[in-house]
């Protein structure tokens, strides 16, 4: 696959994020214009709700006369297939150059679609080995369970944010190994974890469950994933439940949604298997992605350093398997639900995905580029994440995942 042209000239470069290749989908605003369903292309927005309602794309219905992704998403994989064939023609070089454009520069992004519901995995070896490693040592740094099931729990939809929304500093529940009583405060050990999300698209029945190729094809698409974490409070609550409020408080995702099918030529497999998987989880073709990932972190009003370098092909386990395990119960999956894939680390320290193993559970502080030093966030920190896959003479990129940390509120007493 090599660039593909558009009449668009900004989206004709092997730089921008968003060739005719990507078309990932977004909901935007202009000034105080109500929100509405937008493609990338280059630096520029089709204003679909508008393309639609001149009939510049047609599909089996109206699908774009909310802010919002859903309606799309839940008419299967058929129509977004003819979806991404009218906006190959209308953006492409002998398109209509009529079609509503904006510039990105304008917009205001939103979330892209109603979460439905969250559910986060554990599904990056890296990770699982390095946090075990501190925890549990590394003889038993991996649960019993790890290399047979990609594990989740369920968290919140409620919580989920565009990026660029600023982050409160959560309080909550935390207990110092040596004290009788725990307390109640500003979270101390506030930390990121880099993630992909997968959205489901098409969804499934209570009752039935999937197979993991009908999982690969009821995701609609990808974005960053930013899963925020509050350390110490996680420490003292997560047995035997799993995490709760120290996932709760928030969860960044970017602003655009690149679809499976501008991932296709990035399609890889997950590793090797040290442990065969039972037949449900088998993987019948590859169904993880190169994507390049980075993290940086800025302290107020500084520029900032990359911190973290990784690819999303480290994962142990793609979105397909964890959905296919989500629905084995029979368990229903719902148009508008995440799935992150757990935290992405590689096996170089340059490549860990949480701060909780940059510093090594806070012994191993980072030095920034600025001078100044970490462990954890700081308020006023802005942590972003990138991804970009690349291709032969272009690129498809993601949009950033941005979230700048505020400080805690005054708890009510
Ligand atoms: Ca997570």
């Not at 280059?42 to 009939?55: C, K, N, P, V």
């Not at 594990?151 to 919140?156: A, T």
């Not at 449900?280 to 390049?292: R, V």
Request: net charge negative.
């Amino acid at each position: 696959m090599t660039l593909m042209t558009s009449w668009v000239a900004s989206a004709n470069s092997a730089e921008t994020p968003f060739p005719l290749n990507n078309l990932p989908y977004g909901v935007f605003s202009v000034a105080d214009q109500p929100a509405r369903c937008g493609v990338a292309i280059g630096d520029m927005i089709l204003d679909l709700t508008a393309a639609e309602a001149r009939g510049l794309v047609t599909l089996n219905g109206t699908a774009f006369d909310a802010p919002s992704w859903n309606k799309l998403m839940a008419m299967g994989a058929e129509v977004w297939a003819e979806l991404r064939a009218q906006l190959i023609v209308l953006l492409g070089e002998s398109g209509d150059q009529s079609a509503p454009l904006v510039a990105q520069a304008d917009a205001q992004m939103h979330m892209p679609f109603k979460v439905a519901e969250y559910t986060d995995f554990y599904a990056g070896k890296h990770h699982a080995m390095n946090v075990g490693t501190m925890f549990r040592g590394p003889e038993n740094a991996l649960p019993p369970n790890w290399l047979h099931i990609p594990i989740g729990y369920n968290g919140r939809a409620s919580s989920v944010v565009i990026s660029g929304t600023d982050i409160v500093r959560p309080n909550g529940q935390t207990k110092a190994p040596d004290a009788d009583m725990p307390t109640f405060g500003p979270c101390k050990r506030l930390d990121i974890e880099l993630e992909m999300g997968a959205i489901v698209g098409a969804s499934s029945t209570l009752g039935h469950p999937v197979s993991v190729a009908q999982a690969d094809e009821m995701i609609f698409g990808y974005v960053l994933l930013n899963d925020w974490s509050a350390r110490d409070i996680q420490a003292w609550e997560y047995q035997p439940l799993g995490p709760f409020q120290a996932k709760a408080f928030a969860t960044s995702i970017s602003p655009w949604i690149v679809t499976s099918a501008a991932l296709a030529p990035f399609r890889t497999s997950t590793p090797e298997r040290e442990k065969d998987l039972l037949p449900y989880l088998q993987e019948p073709s590859p169904m993880l992605f190169d994507i390049e990932l980075e993290v940086s972190m800025a302290p107020e009003g500084k520029p900032a350093t990359t911190i973290a370098q990784t690819n999303y092909n480290r994962m142990y386990y793609s979105a397909a398997q964890q959905l296919a395990h989500h629905a084995s119960s029979g368990c229903a999956m719902s148009t508008g639900d995440l799935l992150g894939s757990g935290t992405i680390s590689g096996p170089e320290k340059s490549e860990r995905g949480s701060l909780l193993e940059l510093s090594w559970g806070g012994k191993e502080p980072l030095t920034l580029g600025t001078g100044e030093t970490r462990t954890f966030i700081e308020d006023g920190d802005t942590l972003t994440l990138t991804g970009v896959a690349k291709g032969d003479g272009y690129q498809i990129g993601f949009g950033d995942c941005v979230g700048t940390i505020k400080p805690a509120v005054k708890f009510p007493s």
